[in-house]
């Protein structure tokens, strides 16, 4: 889902008028946001959009294969059905192996037809106060199986040519010493980032009515460097036997919200 901009002109038929922030996203309550953050608001016109692409593991290709522009505010979720039938017809049942999408077009009733009739799976993250989240958590801290620990790979560390010469390898390491020094007497804290993540997968749950298949709750908490913790959850109608696997396919979004900017 996306918005698309125009000029603030009534002719534009059929368009909204939203608050975005500067970066172009919908401001939902702008009470939460501090003086200085609402200098950088403004009222825009706009069409909303909802568009379907087609992309595989590799992320070698991103085929656009469907977009609706959305009438006076219309809701992004309900074309998404449509868009998918059209695909499939042009495409196979067969190219349609995971849909991956956010919260915005969580639908139980879809989830499950998309299972149903084609035969492909959904992966999505879950909202707070999701009865499968909640019961979810409540079941892993009773079923006492482990957490599965994800950390990141080290950076990567500096090589040298084989061939420098031993006087500019001096100059370096001193360069290097130089800078670290400088960064603790300004006191520049480093970067925050993931110390590591841990995975539980719930499987085949029921609770949620509208889903007419059952789903795989893949758990996860999110440790910072800074000490602090985020939980997340992503559900799938895949029957999962790696987490990860799971959380790498939900991982591919960055890169296709990347695309639908572009376009």
């Given at each position: 889902?996306?918005?698309?901009?125009?000029?603030?002109?009534?002719?534009?038929?059929?368009?909204?008028?939203?608050?975005?922030?500067?970066?172009?996203?919908?401001?939902?309550?702008?009470?939460?946001?501090?003086?200085?953050?609402?200098?950088?608001?403004?009222?825009?016109?706009?069409?909303?959009?909802?568009?379907?692409?087609?992309?595989?593991?590799?992320?070698?290709?991103?085929?656009?294969?469907?977009?609706?522009?959305?009438?006076?505010?219309?809701?992004?979720?309900?074309?998404l059905d449509s868009l998918i039938d059209e695909a499939v017809r042009a495409m196979g049942a067969k190219r349609l192996k995971i849909l991956i999408h956010d919260k915005g077009f969580i639908d139980g009733a879809r989830t499950g037809r998309v299972k149903e009739k084609y035969g492909s799976d959904s992966v999505f993250p879950l909202k707070q106060g999701m009865?499968?989240?909640?019961?979810?958590?409540?079941?892993?801290?009773?079923?006492?199986?482990?957490?599965?620990?994800?950390?990141?790979?080290?950076?990567?560390?500096?090589?040298?040519?084989?061939?420098?010469?031993?006087?500019?390898?001096?100059?370096?390491?001193?360069?290097?010493?130089?800078?670290?020094?400088?960064?603790?007497?300004?006191?520049?804290?480093?970067?925050?980032?993931?110390?590591?993540?841990?995975?539980?997968?719930?499987?085949?749950?029921?609770?949620?009515?509208?889903?007419?298949?059952?789903?795989?709750?893949?758990?996860?908490?999110?440790?910072?460097?800074?000490?602090?913790?985020?939980?997340?959850?992503?559900?799938?109608?895949?029957?999962?036997?790696?987490?990860?696997?799971?959380?790498?396919?939900?991982?591919?979004?960055?890169?296709?919200?990347?695309?639908?900017?572009?376009?």
């Amino acid at each position: 889902g996306s918005h698309l901009f125009v000029p603030d002109n009534e002719g534009y038929e059929g368009s909204a008028m939203g608050f975005f922030d500067e970066h172009n996203h919908f401001v939902k309550d702008p009470a939460n946001l501090t003086a200085a953050q609402l200098k950088r608001c403004r009222w825009r016109r706009y069409y909303g959009s909802a568009s379907l692409l087609h992309t595989n593991r590799a992320q070698t290709c991103f085929l656009y294969a469907g977009q609706r522009v959305l009438w006076e505010a219309e809701s992004e979720s309900p074309p998404l059905d449509s868009l998918i039938d059209e695909a499939v017809r042009a495409m196979g049942a067969k190219r349609l192996k995971i849909l991956i999408h956010d919260k915005g077009f969580i639908d139980g009733a879809r989830t499950g037809r998309v299972k149903e009739k084609y035969g492909s799976d959904s992966v999505f993250p879950l909202k707070q106060g999701m009865l499968d989240w909640e019961d979810a958590q409540r079941l892993a801290g009773l079923d006492g199986q482990p957490w599965q620990v994800w950390r990141p790979p080290p950076p990567p560390r500096p090589v040298e040519p084989a061939d420098r010469p031993e006087h500019l390898r001096r100059r370096e390491r001193r360069r290097q010493a130089t800078l670290q020094k400088r960064r603790e007497e300004a006191a520049v804290a480093p970067p925050v980032r993931v110390d590591r993540v841990e995975l539980k997968v719930i499987r085949r749950m029921k609770l949620w009515e509208a889903c007419p298949v059952p789903i795989d709750v893949v758990l996860m908490r999110e440790f910072l460097t800074d000490g602090s913790c985020s939980e997340w959850a992503l559900a799938t109608t895949r029957d999962v036997a790696d987490p990860i696997e799971i959380w790498n396919y939900y991982k591919m979004r960055p890169a296709i919200e990347e695309r639908h900017r572009q376009m």
